[in-house]
Each structure stands twice: as C-alpha cells, then as structure tokens.
C-alpha cells in the first residue's frame, strides 16, 4: 500500500458546516442562503432563482467572470454590486460555520508532515465568505471551481489537483460529504472518506494509519 502523502478536503459540509444541522443551539431558524437572500430583498423564491438563473451555474463552474457574474446579478436585483457581496456574505456567514474541531486537528497533521488540500466547488460570491484568506492560507493546494473552470465530479479537476500536488492517485486520500464526488476519486485510485461528522472522519482516517 502506498503511504499517504496528501490529504485533500472538500469545503461545505466537511471544512464549513451547515448551521442548520444543530439550530436548536442558535435559538432561530437558520435560513438557507438562498431562502436568505429573498428574504432580505422582499422577493419569492422563484423570482430569486429566475434573477441569478444561468450565472449562478456559470460561476460555479468558472464560465463567466467575477465581474460579470456580481454586475448581472446586482443589475437583476436592482441593488449596487457592493450591496450584492454584502448581502451573501451575510446569508454565507449566517448559514454554515467553520469546523473548528477539524481545523484544529489540521494542524496535528501538518506537524507530521502531510499535504493539505482543498478541491471545492463554490461560486464567486460563496468563495470569500466560506473560505477567508486567513483560514486558507494553510493549504498548500487549493483547487476552487470558479477559479479553475471545472468542477466535481469531473474527474479532469481530480486529475488537476494531483497534478498540483505532484503525486500518485494511491498517496492521496480524499475527504468529501457527497458520495457522488467521491466516485471519480475512487475510479482514479485515490483513497476516498465520506465525512459524516468529525468523529467518523478522525476513525477512518486512522483507518488509513493517519492519526
Ligand atoms: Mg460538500
């Protein structure tokens, strides 16, 4: 078995968690981001969907620029582009939180020498709020949809971050919530972990003899 080198993470729902999962203890409902979003602009859902429509999957994966993304939506909206990064990053920051557990336990692992990377599909407006500079800097990978033009599950953007980090398939274990990301990953011959929660993540890791 070929030792692990590199562990690499997806972002929401393993490095950023979903607030909604234990809201009893933030005492209020915790919108969505989209639920959010409409709400502060006084808008249905549906319009707010028709409003970002083709940009939002565009963005995600890194067809259109950041510019033209905020200045289309901001103009659907009625709002100044300011006021549009403003507002998701409110709804992002009001809806997931970082792992901290696991941010802690990164370190540990940085000490014995394991690579850490990030592999994430996000669009322009969800980037900064969910992955601030300061947090992120630590990764010696970072490989995010709207800035590489692909996303998961093309296996091409698995194949890009091993080639960032320079290593085989079977040296990197791939940490990911949805099953369907972790496919392409298993297919290439990387390791793959579906994160539950932190407990199961640190067991199967040690499955894997990191620890
Ligand atoms: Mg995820």
């Known amino acids: 078995m070929a030792k692990i080198k590199a562990i690499i993470f997806d972002v929401c729902g393993v490095l950023a968690l979903d607030k909604r999962k234990d809201a009893a203890k933030y005492n209020r409902r915790v919108l969505g981001v989209h639920e959010y979003v409409a709400k502060k602009l006084k808008i249905s859902l549906d319009q707010y969907f028709d409003s970002i429509d083709t940009d939002y999957t565009k963005s995600m994966a890194g067809e259109i620029s950041e510019e033209k993304v905020v200045k289309e939506i901001a103009a659907n909206f009625k709002i100044t582009p300011k006021k549009l990064k403003k507002l998701y990053l409110g709804a992002y920051e009001s ?4 792992n901290e557990q696991l941010f802690k336990e990164l370190s540990k692992l940085e000490k014995q020498g ?13 980037e900064d709020p969910l992955m601030p500079k300061k947090l992120y800097k630590r990764f010696g990978v970072l490989i995010v949809s709207c800035d590489v033009g692909l996303r998961k599950p093309d296996p091409k953007i698995y194949k890009l971050v091993l080639k960032k ?11 990911d919530n949805q099953e369907w990301n972790l496919k392409p990953a298993r297919k290439l011959g990387m390791k793959a972990i579906q994160f539950k929660n932190n407990k199961q993540l640190f067991q199967d890791l040690k499955e894997l003899g990191i620890e």
């Open 114 to 126: 394991y690579i850490l990377a990030v592999l994430s599909d996000q669009w322009h407006l969800s």
């Open 165 to 175: 980090l320079k290593l085989k398939p079977s040296q990197t274990v791939f940490v």
């Open 95 to 98: 809806h997931f939180k970082q």
